[in-house]
């Protein structure tokens, strides 16, 4: 059972924005960085958001991240269909002296 | 272009050992923060083992004094010793890098299969 915990599923329509939210607690999110990553089932996951709101190169600016106290969201603006994947966050926690992933959320273009 | 390729999965029975490999390429791998992380089949990812670019390593509680990490620089490779294996270390097994001192793991292998079946 993960200390962070994502909704199981998110959806919208094409052109849509999703949230998804990653709620923790004061020894992880409230302290640390949070990241979050996209996997697509089959493939190895990929680094989306990392120090809370930054966004590697060749990420598009259509994902965006946030954070307060000790929650954290992950936006997705303009949904396409090849958005469809399991998204999670990832943050260290202090108190388990491990870095953990969300519980993942699964999200669906309809 | 940055590589990272896994291999030494396989099927091992419950008490057995196995080694991890994850050769790395096009870039300073001694520069880099390393790193291992397991998918169970459709679950979620969990965290297995780090360690840094001067070789201090770190294990969450699941695997403390069963799984050892370790690198060898000068061939740019990550390793993965696992001992004592149980079937819930049936997984998908990662590697992944990250910035030294960071947790921003940017670019990670296709992953190696490990089953713990009798």
């Known amino acids: 059972q993960s200390v962070l915990t994502q909704p199981p599923s998110a959806s919208g329509t094409p052109g849509q924005r999703v949230t998804i939210s990653c709620s923790g607690g004061?020894?992880?999110?409230?302290?640390?960085?949070v990241y979050w990553y996209q996997q697509v089932p089959g493939t190895a996951p990929k680094l989306l958001i990392y120090?809370?709101?930054q966004r590697p190169s060749g990420v598009p600016d259509r994902f965006s991240g946030s954070k307060s106290g000790t929650s954290a969201s992950l936006a997705i603006s303009g949904l396409r269909s090849d958005d469809e994947a399991d998204y999670y966050c990832?943050?260290?926690?202090?108190?388990?002296?491990?870095?953990?992933f969300g519980t993942g959320t699964k999200v669906t273009v309809l | 272009e940055v590589q990272l390729v896994e291999s030494g999965g396989g099927m091992v029975q419950p008490g057995g050992s196995l080694r991890l490999s994850c050769a790395a390429s096009?870039?300073?791998?001694?520069?880099?923060?390393m790193h291992w992380v397991r998918q169970t089949t459709g679950k979620g990812l969990e965290w297995v083992s780090s360690i840094g670019a001067v070789g201090d390593s770190y294990y969450p509680d699941s695997v403390k004094g069963r799984f050892t990490i370790s690198r060898e620089n000068g061939k740019n490779s990550l390793y993965l010793q696992m001992d004592s294996l149980r079937a819930g270390d049936t997984a998908v097994y990662y590697c992944a890098r990250s910035s030294e001192g960071l947790l921003d793991f940017d670019y990670w292998g296709q992953g190696t299969l490990v089953t713990v079946s009798s």
């Open positions: 004061s020894s992880n999110i409230g302290r640390n960085y």
């Open positions: 990832a943050t260290w926690d202090d108190s388990l002296s491990a870095y953990v």
């Open positions: 120090r809370n709101n």
């Open positions: 096009g870039f300073a791998f001694s520069g880099y923060d």
